[in-house]
């Protein structure tokens, strides 16, 4: 069963930081993998999306990368802004298993 | 922005009644999903629907049917709601017939049962 988890849980930055945030899966038999951003109270926004055969992509100051062999993407962002305040999510796309999520790193950006 | 509305957007309703949500898609996915959202548990995956009439359960499906009559329509039932169905309910549709498949969610319905 493919487990999820995200490092790490909660983040708090100064504007204008580049950041890191962490997914990590157990299962590497996946189609795609995408990070979402979830305002509170709001849906889900699809950010980036990764392919199997990918080994990274790039929106704006968003870039995310997959190593599918160890397990591990990244979402890196740049030059960090209060706008940014957010919980990331990441999910991967399982061959039958539909999507499965990570827990989430809530991320605070401060003027 | 994917075209998904899910109704209602909140609702609270007596512990023991049925409650039906609904969502609605203008995208001509054949993928449909329906998850719930709650502190410590993250997004678990309810049931999911890859065709007209077509559905299978997810991880938490216990206490919950679907139906899907039409493409764009997938209704999340539950037959007699209690307080451990309180939580955000997300739609979500994903393209799977073609390459990419990439999921887009729904706003959400926060649901409450008292």
């Known amino acids: 069963k493919q487990e999820v988890t995200q490092i790490p849980a909660a983040l708090s930055v100064p504007e204008g930081e580049n950041l890191v945030l962490n997914c990590s899966f157990t299962?590497?038999?996946?189609?795609?993998l995408q990070w979402f951003r979830q305002d509170p109270g709001k849906g889900l926004t699809s950010l980036l999306l990764?392919?199997?055969?990918?080994r990274e992509q790039t929106s704006g100051r968003l870039n995310a990368s997959l190593d599918k062999s160890s397990g591990r993407s990244t979402l890196y962002i740049a030059a960090s802004q209060p706008g940014d305040s957010a919980t990331y999510l990441c999910?991967?796309?399982?061959?039958?298993?539909?999507?499965?999520f990570g827990p989430g790193t809530r991320l605070s950006v401060l003027p | 922005d994917a075209g998904i509305t899910q109704s209602p957007r909140h609702k609270v309703t007596e512990t023991g009644t049925p409650v039906t949500l609904r969502c609605h898609q203008t995208e001509n996915h054949r993928y449909m999903y329906w998850y719930r959202q709650d502190p410590g548990h993250g997004l678990r995956l309810i049931h999911y629907s890859y065709g007209v009439k077509d559905t299978d359960k997810g991880e938490v499906s216990d206490g919950y049917s679907v139906s899907r009559s039409k493409t764009e329509d997938f209704l999340l039932t539950l037959e007699s709601a209690t307080s451990s169905q309180t939580s955000v309910y997300f739609c979500?549709?994903?393209?799977?017939?073609?390459?990419?498949?990439?999921?887009?969610f729904g706003q959400g319905t926060r649901l409450t049962v008292v």
């Open positions: 979500a549709i994903s393209d799977r017939d073609r390459a990419i498949d990439e999921a887009f």
């Open positions: 990764i392919q199997s055969s990918q």
């Open positions: 299962d590497s038999a996946i189609y795609n």
């Open positions: 999910a991967v796309n399982n061959y039958g298993q539909n999507f499965v």
